[in-house]
């Protein structure tokens, strides 16, 4: 048998150009919400379908578990579980800005905690897609054209100097603690402003340039937006493998315990320097 690792990740690289050409068509929004309450949109629904399908049937994949689905599909192999946002920022349909596709895959049943993952990755629908992919605290970076992966960066690593930052949720929302932060890196001349509304886009710039990108609690919503087993877990351990931090506010995000699938926690990831600020003036 090949190593199922390997199967999954091939399956979502070789779908990843045919999820990209059947974004169109499919920008309109579905007449259902997904497990979080949020209203899906056409492409969201059926990225999930092709994942799905492809997936839970590789042998040795157990579990197949997506942020659009509220029951977890039964693989009837117990090797490794996968979790998959398959279209993550798909706001940005409407605008046609970039959006990408998060993957994780763990040794553990669903819902499990990121120091269970083995594998995880992202695809990135922008002018060229590209996925970047973790396993074994090894980050490589691919073009994808077609069937065909091409590496492009090999043990790829956050640059030392951070140069961007996006923080997600309305600033009048934001935590005294999280404003303060903010105020901090903005008034640095070395940082710029960098934000497209999808995490994937804006965690992809941090990974190239350097810097910082949080989703954090909100005053309305302490957990913040994103989801721990398809969006925040999977993005940790790719920045962590990458020599940079990842933090829920006071530990490392692959240390949070789930309670629930569906779980949402205050996402921040970036170079060591800034997450380790960011925790000292949380605290
Ligand atoms: P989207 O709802 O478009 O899928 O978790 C999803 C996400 O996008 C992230 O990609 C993005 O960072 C965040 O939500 C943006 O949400 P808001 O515009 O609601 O702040």
């Known amino acids: 048998m090949t190593d199922p690792?390997?199967?999954?990740?091939a399956t979502i690289a070789r779908s990843a150009a045919e999820i990209r050409q059947g974004l169109v068509g499919r920008r309109g929004k579905a007449d259902e919400e997904n497990p979080s309450g949020e209203l899906q949109a056409e492409a969201d629904v059926w990225a999930d379908d092709l994942l799905a399908d492809r997936l839970s049937s590789i042998d040795g994949v157990g579990q197949y578990a997506s942020e659009e689905r509220s029951e977890i599909i039964d693989g009837g192999d117990e090797k490794v579980?996968?979790?998959?946002?398959?279209?993550?920022?798909?706001?940005?349909?409407?605008?046609?800005?970039?959006?990408g596709?998060?993957?994780?895959?763990?040794?553990?049943?669903?819902?499990?905690?990121?120091?269970?993952?083995?594998?995880?990755?992202?695809?990135?629908?922008?002018?060229?897609?590209?996925?970047a992919y973790a396993r074994d605290g090894v980050v490589t970076k691919y073009e994808l054209?077609?069937?065909?992966?091409?590496?492009?960066?090999?043990?790829?690593?956050?640059?030392?100097?951070?140069?961007?930052?996006?923080?997600?949720?309305?600033?009048?929302?934001?935590?005294?603690?999280?404003?303060?932060?903010?105020r901090e890196v903005e008034s640095d001349p070395s940082h710029k402003l960098r934000y497209g509304g999808a995490m994937?886009?804006?965690?992809?710039?941090?990974?190239?340039?350097?810097?910082?990108f949080a989703y954090p609690a909100l005053e309305d919503s302490p957990r913040g937006k994103l989801r721990l087993q398809?969006?925040?877990?999977?993005?940790?351990?790719?920045i962590e493998a990458a020599d940079g931090r990842s933090s829920d506010g006071t530990q490392s995000i692959l240390e949070v315990e789930p309670t629930d699938l569906h779980d949402r926690v205050p996402l921040h990831v970036g170079n060591a320097a800034l997450i380790d600020r960011l925790e000292d003036v949380l605290e």
Request: glycine share 12%.
């Open 5 to 9: 690792v390997d199967d999954v990740v």
């Open 145 to 182: 054209t077609g069937g065909e992966r091409t590496v492009v960066e090999d043990d790829v690593t956050l640059p030392d100097d951070p140069l961007v930052y996006g923080f997600g949720g309305r600033v009048p929302h934001w935590t005294e603690g999280f404003r303060e932060f903010a």
């Open 81 to 99: 579980y996968v979790a998959v946002d398959p279209l993550d920022g798909s706001s940005n349909l409407q605008s046609n800005n970039t959006m």
């Open 200 to 212: 994937i886009g804006d965690v992809n710039q941090v990974l190239t340039y350097g810097g910082i």
């Open 230 to 238: 398809f969006e925040c877990n999977p993005i940790a351990y790719l």
């Open 101 to 131: 596709t998060v993957f994780g895959i763990y040794d553990e049943p669903l819902p499990a905690p990121g120091s269970a993952l083995v594998a995880s990755g992202w695809i990135l629908y922008g002018p060229i897609t590209t996925m």
